[in-house]
């Protein structure tokens, strides 16, 4: 079997085994359970200073779902069975991305004895590349906050709700204007002008000149993949 199609039988077998946990036999007040246990270890991370890239919120929901798609036993679920939920909820979602990626074919998989090895099947260099590049290009001279700016936010108190004053706004309207000229001017590909007549595109694209022939602020901005585009 070749090393890919048995991952994903080792993958839907750990799924299975979900349903054999012992905490599911309790009853049907289980799922406050479920949820202040997992609640609980999210804040045992936050206390100690865990970084974790899992998103508590799709363990919050497996949970929910499991406890729905489950019969519902009798008696209260114990607290270790419970963790026990809860740390097979947080695998489950691991699982589902790596799934994922074996059948869209972005891993490469290995086996040695009984131990698995993934590796992305791309090579990521030319996304380094395409990083540093767009870094190096990136423009470093942006305007600040102004003074008016500044001001407003000091003396704004935390539970105000009126938007700010014209004076402001004109500031805030001025920085921004900068600073996308700014961006529009550090792309190395040039930037159309804004003057730049949209009714006389060549190429037969007359028609579609005309329809955009009120619109002005054309230019070139380099997108995350490295491909410019026009807007």
């Keep these: 079997m070749k090393p890919e199609l048995d ?19 309790s009853g049907p007040d289980r799922i406050y359970d479920l949820l202040r246990t997992a609640t609980k270890v999210r804040a045992m991370e936050i206390s100690s200073g865990v970084t974790s890239e899992l998103p508590w919120e799709s363990v ?7 406890h729905h798609e489950y019969p519902v036993g009798t008696g209260t679920c114990r607290e270790e069975d419970a963790a026990e939920i809860v740390l097979a909820a947080a695998a489950a979602h691991r699982l589902d991305l790596l799934e994922t990626g074996v059948r869209s074919g972005a891993f490469r998989v290995r086996k040695t004895g009984g131990d698995f090895r993934v590796r992305h099947s791309w090579d990521v260099s030319a996304e380094v590349a395409d990083m540093l590049l767009e870094h190096d290009a990136r423009p470093t001279q942006v305007p600040e906050l102004s003074a008016v700016e500044r001001q407003w936010i000091a003396a704004r ?6 938007g700010p004053p014209s004076e402001v706004l004109r500031a805030s309207v001025g920085r921004a204007t900068e600073t996308i000229d700014a961006y529009r001017r550090s792309v190395p590909e ?15 694209f007359g028609s579609l000149g005309q329809s955009w022939g009120g619109v002005r602020g054309v230019g070139l901005f380099r997108t995350g993949c490295g491909r410019s585009r026009s807007r």
Excluded: E, H, K, M
């Design 7 to 25: 991952l994903l039988d080792t993958i839907a077998s750990a799924r299975d085994q979900v349903r054999t946990l012992p905490g599911w036999v």
């Design 60 to 66: 919050l929901a497996q949970l929910v779902v499991w």
């Design 157 to 162: 108190s935390v539970g105000s709700r009126s």
């Design 190 to 204: 040039g930037q159309v002008p804004d003057n730049f007549p949209l009714d006389r595109v060549p190429c037969g």
